[in-house]
Nanobody, 121 residues
Framework: QVQLVESGGGLVQPGSSLRLSCAAS????????LAWFRQAPGSDREFVSG??????RYYADSVKGRFTISRDGAQTLLLQMNSLEPEDTGVYYC????????????????WGRGTQVTVSS
């Protein structure tokens, strides 16, 4: 069983930075696809960024050039978020897919409970 716990969210002003962290416990293998999703009020959960075992990184168009996904050791996934905009507001979730590299939320097997990010002046 895999458990994921996100942290690092908060209330910040536009243009600020935050670093989200996802601590994993259980069997996270190097072959798994790790990702961040977010969900704004009234909206569907959307893919933000993903990290393949090969090291290839994927980003939603809306965050390219501002967000960076990385892995700190075997059990921690990070998301560095710079130049935050009000549109980045939402609950951010860490997710693990044990097979494939889909960007669809239904293809992910494990989820954290999320951390709130609010960007407002």
């Amino acid at each position: 069983q895999v458990q994921l716990v996100e942290s690092g969210g908060g209330l910040v002003q536009p243009g600020s930075s935050l670093r989200l962290s996802c601590a994993a416990s259980g069997r996270i293998y190097s072959s798994h696809f790790l990702a961040w999703f977010r969900q704004a009020p009234g909206s569907d959960r959307e893919f933000v960024s993903g990290l393949r075992p090969s090291g290839n990184r994927y980003y939603a168009d809306s965050v390219k050039g501002r967000f960076t996904i990385s892995r700190d050791g075997a059990q921690t996934l990070l998301l560095q978020m710079n130049s935050l905009e009000p549109e980045d507001t939402g609950v951010y979730y860490c997710a693990v897919a044990t097979r494939g590299y889909s960007r669809q939320s239904e293809d992910f097997n494990y989820w954290g409970r999320g951390t709130q990010v609010t960007v407002s002046s």
